[in-house]
């Protein structure tokens, strides 16, 4: 099992990071993520405090050359089944791999919190698991690299995307997220 932790800051107040990012559809692409062929959306519904989100995704990667008998790069197709939880400015994801879901264990979370000088600190943290000697241990170390990759993509996607908004829609944060 590899588990990862990844922390990065916003320069805007936690509450327009939070409207921004989570709430407003369509602020950035999120098939521009290094890896992502598609993401599709499945479902969402709105719970009030509460969000809950599945996407079908299909990414391509680096699959370890010890690795590449057992996966292929059709097998790298997942649904994400998230759960934004407002209250507690948390994102949390359970990945359904559509290939070997019973080999593969996947989880993530990602925490927004107010950094107490008007930035927002990014906590990602999660692990990867493929239940197989020797290749799982290879093909885990190759997944959590390409996983920490696109984090840190999807923070500067994310952050860019922030910055355009506020300053072309003379944005200002509501209150409450």
């Known amino acids: 099992m590899q588990r990862y932790r990844i922390v990065d800051y916003y320069d805007f107040p936690i509450d327009t990071v939070v409207d921004l990012l989570m709430e407003t559809e369509g602020l950035y692409d999120l098939k521009d993520l290094p890896n992502v062929q598609t993401n599709t959306p499945l479902d969402c519904r709105d719970e009030g405090d509460r969000k809950l989100i599945k996407n079908k995704w299909c990414v391509h990667g680096q ?27 948390t994102y949390s994801t359970k990945i359904i791999p559509n290939y070997l879901a019973n080999l593969i264990n ?7 919190f107010d950094n107490g000088d008007g930035r927002t600190r990014r906590v990602l943290s999660g692990f990867f698991e493929l239940k197989v000697p020797i290749i799982g241990q290879l093909f885990e ?21 922030i910055k355009k908004y506020v300053v072309e829609h003379d944005y200002k944060p509501k209150t409450g997220n």
């Open 63 to 89: 699959i370890p050359k010890a690795a590449q008998k057992l996966i292929k790069p059709e097998m790298l197709t997942f649904v994400e089944d998230s759960i934004w939880d407002r209250r507690d400015r």
């Open 106 to 112: 996947c989880r993530h979370k990602l925490e927004f």
């Open 141 to 161: 170390l190759a997944v959590v690299q390409q996983l920490k990759h696109n984090a840190e993509e999807d923070f500067k996607l994310g952050n860019n995307a």
